[in-house]
């Protein structure tokens, strides 16, 4: 690691004119990787080592790697420093069919885990009662999930269902909506809002990023064929692994 340091050495990468000094060393390491000087799950030296051989303040090497980590090409994991990602593949979600997580990863022949955080059944929040159309007195089953896919934690989800809906969330397995069509409640359409957010501290630690790392957000409330809302989730997925996509018709 002593010998690679010299490689970001200022005289190394820096130009008068050519712009911020974050900017050309966001270039710079750029240019390692794309030489193969830098390989994929190579771990770059430290800010403060960065900054030190650079004669940089260790903020213009942190705009740097940000840079690099929003072009996907750098990522953070945390308590273990900044590293070479590989071109590990997307996933594309359609935003027009309604299938769950397990079946989506299962398509592609990838193998999708769930680790239980939260199960029980309690009374609804002011918006699950409001989403779901219920009153007070009512409950609700929650369930809140870290999905993975190949062992990779991709996705956390937060599942509420009217207690009639799903009375036992216990007995959830890999697929919710696989017990739901086991007990024929399973929901026939949807509606999906997306939004671009700034992971939180415990969104990030659960889905290995950096706080503040961007995520997809995905709020989900889905019906049964009457037209009965039965399920309110809102779920949060790493824009590095996940690719929404929607189909466009003229009407």
């Known amino acids: 690691m002593a010998d690679f340091l010299i490689e970001f050495d200022q005289g190394t990468w820096y130009q008068q004119g050519r712009g911020p000094r974050y900017k050309q060393l966001c270039r710079h390491i750029s240019g390692l990787v794309a030489s193969g000087s830098l390989l994929t799950d190579d771990q770059l030296p430290s800010e403060r080592d960065i900054a030190e051989i650079a004669k940089i303040s260790r903020v213009t090497v942190r705009k740097a790697i940000a840079d690099l980590v929003a072009d ?44 239980v955080l939260l199960t029980g059944v ?27 896919g190949d062992g990779v934690p991709m996705a956390l989800e937060h599942s509420t269902l009217p207690e009639d809906i799903l009375p036992r969330p216990d007995k959830i397995g890999l697929s919710l909506y696989e017990l739901l069509r086991a007990r024929s409640n399973a929901p026939v359409r949807a509606i999906q809002r997306v939004t671009a957010v700034n992971a939180p501290a415990p969104v990030a630690k659960h889905l290995d990023l950096t706080e503040g790392a961007a995520v997809l957000q995905i709020e989900r409330t889905a019906f049964l064929a009457s037209g009965r809302p039965i399920e309110f989730t809102s779920g949060f997925y790493r824009s590095d692994a996940y690719d929404f996509v929607s189909e466009l018709r003229l009407d």
Not at 74 to 89: D, K, L, T, Y
Request: glycine share 12%.
């Open 72 to 115: 996907g090409l750098i990522e953070q994991r945390q308590g273990a420093g900044s590293f070479v990602r590989g071109g590990g593949e997307r996933f594309e979600q359609s935003l027009s069919s309604l299938v769950s997580f397990t079946e989506n990863l299962q398509a592609r022949g990838i193998v999708s885990t769930s680790e």
């Open 122 to 148: 309690f009374r609804p929040t002011p918006t699950e009662a409001t989403v779901l159309g219920l009153s007070s007195h009512h409950q609700v089953a929650r369930v809140h999930r870290l999905r993975r």
